[in-house]
Structure formats: structure tokens, C-alpha cells
């Protein structure tokens, strides 16, 4: 079983849609969580970091972390063409610092 | 602009060459990483360094050899390389390596082994 699964999509959407990307994950020592967006031919770029449970919301950005069901999601909120991008989801232990990253999701926002 | 500055963006070389990917940051971190990115793959570490010192290596072939100076710049050292190493690799840096230091990626070199 992978550390972290992510579902690669694509996934397509019509401007102004909500946006709902998720990872699932097996090791119940992660407690920090990021999201990254990295656009086609680009490096990835840290876009909302948590650390445990609870919500934290950064304009149309919104992320949350389940710990008790292992999952994490990022919402987005008025999804513009300007967010297709991969999305990908990456986590840490609380000891140690090697980072798990999820396979990214590819997202495609239709104007 | 990352802070963390990638050259070159492209390469393409033969199985035979020897190349060098470099890596400089301007965040003031202490650490730097090496990812490998593959399609349909999750990011795979390479090398950690941390005051530039090597802390971490995933088991990467010895056609690869990394090279710190010093904390802000970082060396990929390319020969004999295999079509299948063809990929993006990305350099990152963080704060330290201790946990929830978040890392920081540049925009990565794409490299095609003919």
C-alpha cells in the first residue's frame, strides 16, 4: 500500500465551479500537510501548509485535515481557468523530516 | 521567482556525456534537496544536504553525484547516463530538516538521455 494516495484525475470543471481535491493517506504519524500547484513546465509551488487537524482557509483556497479518517482535501472556491494546474499533496512525520507526496492531481478549469 | 534558481531548464545529452544540473537558492535556507520527477510518479528524494553536508541518499545510482559547496548552492553531477533517467529534477530548499520545515522547490531541469 502506497504512503499516500492521490487520484490523478484529470479532472475538468466549468469557471466558478467548487473545486474538491483529496489524499488519503496510511501512516497515522503524519501531522503536517501541505499542498502544492505546480503548472505545466514549472516547479511545484507551496500553496496552503497545516499542521494536524482542522481547517485553514487562504482566500478561495480552503484545506482540511481528518486525521481520525487519514484524509485531506483542498477546496477551491470560484475556480478560475488561471488554477488548472497538477495539485499535489504532500505530508510529514512528526519526527524526521522526509516529505510523502501524493501522485497530483491534474485539474483543468473550462472559462 | 522561486528563490531558488535552476540551470539549465533544458537538457538533452547523449548516454555518453557528462553534464551538471545547478542549483542556487537565495532564501537564506540551510538545506537543499534533489527531487526526481517522473510522470505518473510521486516526487522521488535523491540527496539531502544540510549545511552542506550529505544527510540523506535514496539509493540513487552512482551516475548521479551531487555536490554541495556550500548552503546556498547545489551540483547534480550527470554521466553515463539511461534513456530512463530522462525526467524533471527539481532542487528545493528548507529552513533545516528538522520536522514540518516545509520545503521550497525551483522551477526544475528537464533532462532527455538519447
Known amino acids: 500500500q502506497k504512503e499516500v494516495e492521490q487520484d490523478p484525475g484529470p479532472l475538468s470543471v466549468p469557471e466558478g465551479a467548487i473545486v474538491s481535491l483529496n489524499c488519503t493517506y496510511s501512516?497515522?504519524?503524519?501531522?503536517?500537510f501541505m499542498w502544492y500547484r505546480q503548472y505545466s513546465r514549472k516547479g511545484p509551488e507551496l500553496l496552503m501548509y497545516t499542521y494536524s487537524s482542522g481547517n485553514k482557509e487562504d482566500g478561495r483556497f480552503t484545506a482540511q485535515v481528518d486525521k481520525s479518517s487519514k484524509y485531506i482535501s483542498l477546496f477551491i472556491r470560484d475556480s478560475q481557468p488561471s488554477d488548472s494546474a497538477t495539485y499535489l499533496c504532500a505530508m510529514i512525520r512528526n519526527t524526521g523530516n522526509q516529505f510523502y507526496f501524493g501522485t497530483g492531481t491534474s485539474l483543468t478549469v473550462i472559462p | 521567482e522561486t528563490g531558488v534558481t535552476q540551470t539549465p531548464r533544458h537538457l538533452v545529452m547523449g548516454m555518453t556525456n557528462k553534464k551538471s544540473l545547478k542549483c542556487e537558492q537565495h532564501l537564506g535556507h540551510n538545506a537543499m534537496y534533489w527531487y526526481k520527477q517522473s510522470a505518473k510518479k510521486p516526487l522521488e528524494l535523491m540527496f539531502v544536504y544540510n549545511f552542506k553536508e550529505q544527510t540523506e541518499n535514496n539509493s540513487v545510482p552512482s551516475r548521479f553525484s551531487p555536490e554541495c559547496p556550500n548552503s546556498s548552492h547545489l551540483f547534480l553531477h550527470l554521466h553515463t547516463l539511461q534513456p530512463e533517467d530522462s525526467a524533471l529534477y527539481l532542487c528545493?530548499?528548507?529552513?533545516?530538516?528538522?520536522?514540518?520545515?516545509?520545503?521550497?522547490f525551483g522551477e526544475g531541469s528537464w533532462l532527455t538521455v538519447v
Open positions: 501512516n497515522s504519524a503524519f501531522q503536517y
Open positions: 528545493a530548499s528548507s529552513q533545516g530538516t528538522a520536522s514540518g520545515n516545509t520545503i521550497y
